[in-house]
């Protein structure tokens, strides 16, 4: 909650103390200048020095002054080495003009390395008389153009270069995570690296559920008939059979994410306050409800779509109105994925909305009464959904599941 505090204040209003620090960057790249946009914004004195000065001038903001590198690195106090780590050697001649100051790397890495040295610590090694401080490479050049959201996290060897690191991130609205000494700067370099680390547990969950239940249908829908009766339903194992598992765990997943928020509650109840830190397990299942969420989308977009092509096959002969009564049931997920395709997606996908992504809206919505419920508590509309949810899946036919046929 940090985080949108900072995130509400307009950045004018970042007091200037007449004690700010001169900041220089190094190099004119993507990230130079989204940096040097963001400090100018936060109030700083920007510096930046260019092999070519004169060629990049007009890519940065008006108050940023961009000279050579040695200009920047003599006048400013603080000096971000915004310049790839293959190109860090070609800054030797600064050495001079750089000693006794606060080096920030910015720099990551190309690929995940478990071993050292980092580029950090070997730009501490290059420029012995300076302090390195490793820090703001796991913010973006585009999230650091568009205000602050992410904190930086940063490593160093010397306390009051790491604390000025820190309170220039925390001036320009991001929150400074301290992560240790510098010989740590190898762990948060591979920090980026990393694909999709929120979404490993999530995805691997699906699939596991995906695996049960499959196989809990496969033996009882048609092991157990073939083996009792020898009846042949092997023919159902690539559609039916899946159609019958994703509901089920589309529905896992959506407790998955109702239940973490139960547990916080009753813990908050049981401890008598709201200000102490949940136990790690809770908080990591708390922040990976989105993805929960979304996996959970997509298993019933899935089931949707695979009730809609089930009659299509020859083996399945519906009746027509059946048809017609089986599709009711699935009508609030076409809505839902229509209004997913419809909508901006930053309404959507906005990690505040996204919550929303896993309650399918019922049936014969207009516009206003969606907007409405777009702003009534998520929490309301999400418990009601899901039991008409547990219900289709419970085939249940008076709530319109319409599943007459597949025994679903
Ligand atoms: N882009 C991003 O989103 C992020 C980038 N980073 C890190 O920031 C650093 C810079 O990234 P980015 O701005 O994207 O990279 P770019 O390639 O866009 O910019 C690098 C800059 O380095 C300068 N430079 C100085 N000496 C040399 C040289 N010998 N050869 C080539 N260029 C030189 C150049 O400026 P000039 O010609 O004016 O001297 C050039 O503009 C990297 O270490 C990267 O890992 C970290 C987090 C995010
Ligand atoms: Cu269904």
Known sequence: ?????????????????SSAPV???????????????????SG??????SRTPKRFVSLFPEEAEVTSQIDAASQADIVFIAVCPEHHSTLSD???????????DVSNGLRISQYGPSNAELLADRFPESWVVKGFNTIS????????????????????AKISVMELCRRMGFIPVDMGLLSSSLEIENLPLYLFPSWRVPVLGTLALFIFFYLYNFIQDILQPYVTAGKNFFYKMPIETVNVTLPSVALVLLSLVYLPGLCAAFLQLWLGTK????????????TMRKQLGLCSFLCSVLHAIYSLCLPMRKSARYELLNLAFKQVGHIYIYIYIYQVLLQ?????????????ICHYHPIGMDLEVQVFLYTMPANL???FNYAVNCLHVQSAPWVLSGVVNSGL
């Open 381 to 383: 509309l999400g418990h």
């Open 344 to 356: 901006p997606s930053s309404t959507v996908f906005d990690s505040q909305n996204v919550r929303l």
């Open 141 to 160: 050049a585009w999230s650091l153009q568009m205000g602050p959201r992410d904190g930086s996290k940063q490593v160093g060897d010397n306390s009051k």
């Open 23 to 41: 900041v220089g960057i190094l190099g004119t790249g993507d990230f130079s200048r989204s940096l040097a946009r963001r400090l100018v914004a």
């Open 1 to 17: 909650y940090g985080a949108s505090l900072v995130n509400s204040l307009p950045l004018s209003h970042n007091p200037i103390s």
């Open 275 to 286: 200000y102490k830190r949940f136990p790690d397990w809770l908080d990591q299942w708390l």
């Open 94 to 104: 600064l050495k001079q003009a750089l000693a006794g100051k606060t080096l920030v």
């Open 44 to 49: 700083y004195i920007v510096l930046v020095g």
